[in-house]
T-cell receptor, first 117, second 114 residues
Framework: EPEVTQTPSHQVTQMGQEVILRCVPI?????FYWYRQILGQKVEFLVS????????KSEIFDDQFSVERPDGSNFTLKIRSTKLEDSAMYFC???????????????FGPGTRLLVL | QKEVEQNSGPLSVPEGAIASLNCTYS??????FFWYRQYSGKSPELIMF????GDKEDGRFTAQLNKASQYVSLLIRDSQPSDSATYLC??????????????FGKGTHLIIQP
């Protein structure tokens, strides 16, 4: 069964450093998402991406964040200058899109646990 | 501010009984509703989605939606110890753009007692 994959599974970085989190969405999906979950808190939406541009973003997704689809398979989240409060689990998700029979349904990858020291 | 509310629990249910999980949401314009299961340290795993008022059944799971009351629930029949997890309610507010971010509740921690 197709699944979303993410790398790395864990990332430790120093405050102020740049990190890039990588995701490979399900191959025939059109919509891609990033979420985060701070330990013990709820899952929070960051950004969605369609047709090589941002479709929607939350207040959390400020200028420190950027997303990119550098090739036909990868989808990345970059944090330019990490802060202590960026420590969280970051989930990538993908969905097929409207008209694909429940295409809005989002499937989540296993996550990247980011620790900022 | 669009909110999704769940009782955090823990909700303790004996093995073999019916577990009932509830979720309320703040905006009548919401279109799609999702139930995810999350084991500790893992990612959300889709259980069911529901769009229309009424009940939707899939195996041991039944989702119920009442848009007038802004209420969605998940019933788990014949509960098993492997059902012990946190159950997340998520809402697609349907901005119309196609790639809508989901708003999640905090989740209900379910414990199935053998």
């Amino acid at each position: 069964e197709p699944e979303v994959t993410q790398t790395p599974s864990h990332q430790v970085t120093q405050m102020g450093q740049e990190v890039i989190l990588r995701c490979v969405p399900i191959s025939n999906h059109l919509y891609f998402y990033w979420y985060r979950q701070i330990l013990g808190q709820k899952v929070e939406f960051l950004v969605s991406f369609y047709n090589n541009e941002i479709s929607e973003k939350s207040e959390i997704f400020d200028d420190q964040f950027s997303v990119e689809r550098p090739d036909g398979s990868n989808f990345t989240l970059k944090i330019r200058s990490t802060k202590l409060e960026d420590s969280a689990m970051y989930f990538c998700a993908s969905s097929g899109g409207k008209g694909t029979g429940g295409g809005e349904t989002q499937y989540f990858g296993p996550g990247t646990r980011l620790l900022v020291l | 501010q669009k909110e999704v509310e769940q009782n955090s629990g823990p909700l303790s249910v004996p093995e073999g009984a019916i577990a009932s999980l509830n979720c309320t949401y703040s905006d009548r314009g919401s279109q799609s509703f999702f139930w995810y299961r999350q084991y500790s340290g893992k990612s959300p795993e889709l259980i069911m989605f529901i769009y229309s008022n009424g009940d939707k059944e899939d195996g041991r799971f039944t989702a119920q939606l009442n848009k007038a009351s802004q209420y969605v629930s998940l019933l788990i029949r014949d509960s098993q110890p492997s059902d012990s997890a946190t159950y997340l309610c998520a809402v697609d507010w349907f901005s119309g753009g196609g790639a809508d971010g989901l708003t999640f509740g905090k989740g209900t921690h379910l414990i199935i007692q053998p």
